[in-house]
């Protein structure tokens, strides 16, 4: 089970599709081994870039559960936001059942006050059970949800079954910083902050108190590598390292286009077959296409794990 004393990086998986649509199963396959080989402590799949809007409630617990046998014992949060909650706390109490360590729940984007927020998570946790374990998935960027450091620790306080925060506010150091202090004054119990929006402020959030990442950036061995040398004091090596894959990471977060980077860049390295999206989805132009392929080959200069594997 999740827990808050969860550390190091649970990358957002992507959900591989062929071109005609269908789920690439044998890039799951692929995808898994290589966050093994990455180093990675967790995973997250059913994310938003696991397309999870556009899955049939059958296909989703399909790839939950594909997944998380996959990765054996390590542990998988998947993914629950539904728009309503019935399908939640079906989808929430079956992947338990399929051995899932706990379930991330994003606000729905027509939430304002902050009591309509604090109020939704208690409702869910009703729906799901007090007994899972379950993320905060903060991203008021996409979901225009915009949660306060009180907020998150009222959120916390009134669900003991709140282990993790999934940070991904920004500008967001001072709120890391606001939720440490809280902690360190007593009035938030511990919890585990792991941080998303593509890894982009990673260096300085991890030196803000940070756990470590949930994030899909292409090569989840960078995030492993910064959260390694930074929890072992290298400061220098991790930001040098960092600044490498800098540029890369700004290209994949730009709105709209960011997931068709992620999934070009993963079919370049060889661990996923396609890069298609299920329709709708936005693809990368010819242009787009050798950009990403410019800085690819930069990359490759420092780090030649950016060397591309397929043609």
């Known amino acids: 089970m999740l827990t808050a004393e969860a550390k190091g990086v649970f990358p957002i998986a992507p959900t591989p599709f062929h071109p005609d649509g269908r789920v690439d199963e044998a890039s799951i ?20 870039m696991g397309e999870a809007a ?3 409630p059958e296909e989703s617990l399909a790839i939950a559960r594909r997944f998380i046998r996959g990765m054996g014992a390590l542990p998988v949060i998947v993914g629950v936001s539904a728009p309503g909650f019935a399908a939640m706390r079906a989808l929430a109490r079956t992947v338990m059942d399929e051995g899932a360590a706990g379930v991330m729940i994003a606000p729905p984007p027509a939430l304002r006050t902050d009591e309509q927020i604090t109020g939704y998570y208690r409702q869910a946790v009703e729906a799901i059970g ?9 991203y008021p960027l996409t979901l225009t949800v915009q949660m306060t450091p009180a907020v998150i620790r009222q959120i916390v306080t009134d669900n003991p079954s709140c282990v993790m925060l999934k940070h991904e506010d920004w500008p967001g150091l001072e709120k890391i910083s606001t939720l440490r202090a809280f902690q360190a004054q007593g009035s938030l119990r511990p919890i585990s902050i792991l941080i998303g929006n593509g890894g982009l402020f990673l260096d300085f959030e991890l030196e803000r108190g940070v756990d470590g990442a949930m994030t899909g950036y292409a090569f989840p061995e960078l995030l492993v590598d ?10 220098d090596e991790a930001h040098d390292l960092f600044d490498a894959h800098l540029p890369l990471l700004r290209y994949e977060q730009q709105p709209g286009v960011g997931l068709a980077v992620r999934k070009y860049v993963l079919m370049r390295r060889g661990i996923i077959a396609s890069d298609s999206q299920r329709k709708p989805g936005a693809a990368l132009s010819a242009r787009a296409q050798a950009e990403v392929d410019y800085l690819l080959a930069r990359l490759a200069r ?7 594997k397929a043609a």
């Open 302 to 308: 420092i780090d030649r794990r950016a060397l591309a």
């Open 54 to 56: 556009k899955l049939e």
């Open 29 to 48: 396959d692929r995808l898994i081994a290589a966050y093994l080989s990455a180093g990675a402590t967790g995973l997250t799949v059913l994310g938003i």
């Open 226 to 235: 910064v959260v390694r040398l930074q929890q072992a004091g290298r400061r």
């Open 130 to 138: 007090a007994d899972i374990p379950f993320v905060i998935q903060d």
